[in-house]
DNA sequence: GGAACGATTGAT
DNA sequence: TCAATCGTTCCT
């Protein structure tokens, strides 16, 4: 079922993320959370990295919706995405923030900070909370030892804000968040 | 070959 | 509010 969501309008896909579980079964030690926050980029959206066509930083957003598209940037960061739409179409959510469900002690050894509200609430906190490398970059998100997983379904509702830290295309209400949970990266 | 700039974070 | 820090992209 995740299959047929990978190909379903990239908006869309981004709201139906919220929910969702990303494990990671590393030799560390297993890692899940639950997914809060995410943002949509799009093929003709003039923020998205994909925006100027094919490079081979991007690459990946070309590649199969479910795929894994790791990006280095800032000099010392790292971010994860989920890549959608059909091969060739340049399409990805960004995960923003994840609500620590397992393994909270080992996010906390690698992120070496205590507080559970400042583990996993931001694109690059969480890929470093769940140990998340650039040896995942094209990786195809339903088989292990990174994968999504959807479980029991939950009611809540979902806010729908402008992006953040974007210089084009900053009208867009293509960030998404699970209205009312703590930890959201920027809860406005 | 070189310059400008990030889908960020943490400290001041 | 600002520095850290470097790969990617784009210009010359």
Not at 65 to 91: D, L, Q, R, S
Not at 149 to 159: A, D, G, H, L
Request: proline share 4%.
């Amino acid at each position: 079922m995740l299959q047929k969501l990978f190909k379903k309008d990239t908006k869309d896909f981004a709201q139906e993320l919220l929910g969702m579980y990303l494990i990671h079964e590393s030799p560390e030690g297993k890692t899940i959370g639950k997914i809060v926050e995410t943002e949509a980029y799009l093929w003709n959206d003039p923020a998205a990295h994909s925006f100027r066509g094919k490079t081979m930083r991007n690459s990946p957003m070309f590649g199969k919706p479910g795929t894994a598209y790791v990006y280095f940037t800032y000099g010392m960061h790292y971010c994860f995405n989920v890549v959608t739409a059909n091969v060739g179409i340049g399409e990805a959510v960004l995960i923003r923030a994840l609500e620590p469900i397992e393994g909270i002690e080992l996010m906390k050894k690698r992120r070496k900070r205590e507080d559970l509200y400042n583990l996993c609430n931001g694109p690059a906190k969480l890929v470093q909370a769940m140990g998340i490398s650039k040896e995942h970059n094209t990786h195809f998100l339903l088989h292990k030892p990174l994968y999504l997983e959807e479980r029991k379904k939950e009611m809540f509702s979902i806010v729908k804000k402008t992006r953040i830290g974007i210089s084009l295309a900053k009208n867009k209400l293509f960030r998404f968040y699970i209205k009312g949970n703590d930890f959201v990266s920027f809860p406005v």
